[in-house]
């Protein structure tokens, strides 16, 4: 008897300056069993973005386009932007046994959960706030009115945490324990008996 053999959707959002894509830089490092689903979104690229990479850069009018078509699995606007997961390739991926990544919006991490009933999500935060502040303020990249929005956000995503499956504290160099933590997490799913109603049926088959 095998424990079931499909990927999991894992939703891993949080505030922005939470460190997101280097503690999932750490998952996909760490497993192949891990994918991550490439975002599209209208903001434009930062510097050393690549486009397919980091996210697919698209215009305001393709993205409703892709909307009205039924092409996004969720989609969410944050700070003036629209932000969404493509639908296709997620559902391919989850059906070969890969763990698909969405790391996204807490808005999106909730439509995804009424979408997907059994998706993992996981709400990743810094220590405290000052630490928030203080990497937002480091990247450089952010004007002032930029950052204080992005901290306004910030708190009102920390208020949606009793609507996540698991928080996971990420540290001032520790994104590779928090790594650890959340493969730790989807490997107690994968147990999960919810997960894998085949098993008597196996079982009395032997």
């Not at 998706?119 to 930029?146: H, Q, S």
Request: no cysteine.
């Amino acid at each position: 008897m095998d424990l079931t053999d499909k990927g999991i959707l894992l939703v891993i959002s949080g505030p922005a300056g939470t460190g997101k894509g280097t503690v999932v830089s750490n998952i996909l490092a760490r497993s192949d069993d891990y994918a991550l689903s490439v975002s599209a979104t209208t903001r434009a690229p930062r510097k050393g973005e690549v486009d397919g990479v980091q996210y697919h850069f698209v215009t305001r009018a393709q993205f409703e386009q892709k909307i009205e078509d039924g092409q996004m699995l969720e989609y969410a606007e944050y700070v003036g932007n629209y932000y969404g997961t493509p639908r296709e390739r997620v559902d391919a991926m989850l059906e070969e046994g890969i763990n698909v990544i969405l790391e996204i919006e807490v808005v999106g991490a909730m439509k995804i959960k009424k979408l997907v009933p059994d998706a993992v999500t996981v709400l990743l935060l810094p220590p405290d706030y000052k630490t928030l502040e203080a990497r937002l303020r480091g990247r450089g990249t952010n004007t002032e009115d930029d950052i204080l929005k992005r901290l306004e956000q910030a708190k009102r995503e920390v208020g949606n945490f009793a609507s996540y499956d698991y928080i996971v504290i990420n540290e001032d160099g520790a994104s590779d324990e928090a790594a650890l933590q959340i493969i730790s997490i989807v490997d107690a799913e994968k147990h999960r008996t919810a997960r894998n109603l085949h098993i008597p049926v196996d079982f009395m088959a032997d």
